[in-house]
DNA sequence: CACAAATTAGGTATTTATACCTATTGAGGA
DNA sequence: TCCTCAATAGGTATAAATACCTAATTTGTG
């Protein structure tokens, strides 16, 4: 990789602030990278993107009220010159696609090592897109990302939303059918074109998607 | 507070490798201060405290399949002498009441400043207690008692905490067993037990509840 | 040692979930 | 008007979960 003529500029979106901080100052340590801004959500992300232009934003998807997709979404319509870095505690198929799709170059848990998160800035700032090795695995076992990656095949009906959410709660689809006066093999199907478009296939990975999506409160 | 006569030694748990790389390097430079060992998992954690043993273990309650509470207890256990300073992600009631009963001297969540982490370190090795401005505020608006009153994940064990993740994490009892190399019965009659334990009925309460006791992340 | 608890495993039965199939009705857009 | 999609419902079949039963082995503790 050529040495680049200036420093690579970092904006670091991340809320938990002690992390923020210590990874600021690490990240100012190594040659040839500064971190010209830092904040704890994602709205003041969007503000200081426009003002910095940094040439990465090293994105936390997981900060509390602000949808991680959304976010990066934006960020990248309004600075199209910008690669996004995401930064996740798990690698859940579904955000990997959602931020690809949403235009992030690359997406490391926070499992990795230091070291990958530099190779990783240095790798998108040259252009190329960075995924590690956990977040490979986890899309490699996911074999529908076209579905996953599509957001309107992704994205539910009310009448699916409404099935999820009591499902989410415990309830079987007999109480469900009883609940919403329709028939069991009908709340079945919904149950199965949810999981369809999600590619979920258990209880568990339904209710999981409920919380994560506040379907239903924790 | 009196300049103690060698470095303070620390044991650093924290599954984010990441942060825990960062936050080691951050810790080594502050003058009087050394981080003695690190782990990503908590079983490791009670292996390096009994032979480093540390004044402080820095102990992240978030760690996937590992029960900081439990933790928290053995440690105090085994090393009566060494405090624990328990790091969260949020301030759930629960937790850091639990956290305190089991013997932690501290509690900050992520979003302190490090400076507060410091703090809090030097405060509890001098022998008295840290809790963020985030963990007293929680406290002050919950009802102490009541919370404690009802320990449930306390009453799981850790094979039962154990399978619990797995099925909240979407495993069948089949491929919990394979994963856990015990017989599908025997993962089965531990559902079984865990949802008497528990009152929880359904795969979706199982999964709720391991959300909110934090057995899984989000 | 004696006792309690945890972990392991099997039997049997019923209920529920999951995966396929087809099909009707109504609403809304090209 | 034609076409797609959402919502509805049924059939059939297998897999999984759930509810009861008993019991051996290990582990730790008084």
Known sequence: MMTPDRDISILLADDHTLMRQILKDALNREPGIRVTADTDNGRKA????????????????????????????????????TKILALSMHCEP?????????????????????????TAVKTIVGGDRYLCLETRKALAASPSEKQDAD????????????????????LTSLEISK??????????????????KLNINTIAGLTLFAVREKVIAV
């Open 94 to 118: 579904y955000y990997i696609h959602g931020m690809i799709h949403a235009g992030s170059s690359g997406f490391l848990i926070k499992t990795c090592p230091f070291s990958e998160l530099l």
């Open 46 to 81: 969007v503000e200081l993107a426009e003002n910095y232009a940094p040439d990465i934003i090293i994105l936390d998807i997981n900060m509390p009220g602000i949808n991680g997709i959304e976010t990066a979404k934006r960020l990248i319509k309004d600075n199209p010159k």
């Open 179 to 196: 609940t919403l006066y329709i028939s069991k093999r009908t709340v079945d199907i919904h149950r199965a074109n949810i999981m369809r």
């Open 151 to 170: 957001p309107s095949i992704a994205r539910l009906t009310d009448r699916e939303t409404e099935i999820l959410k009591h499902i989410a709660e415990g």
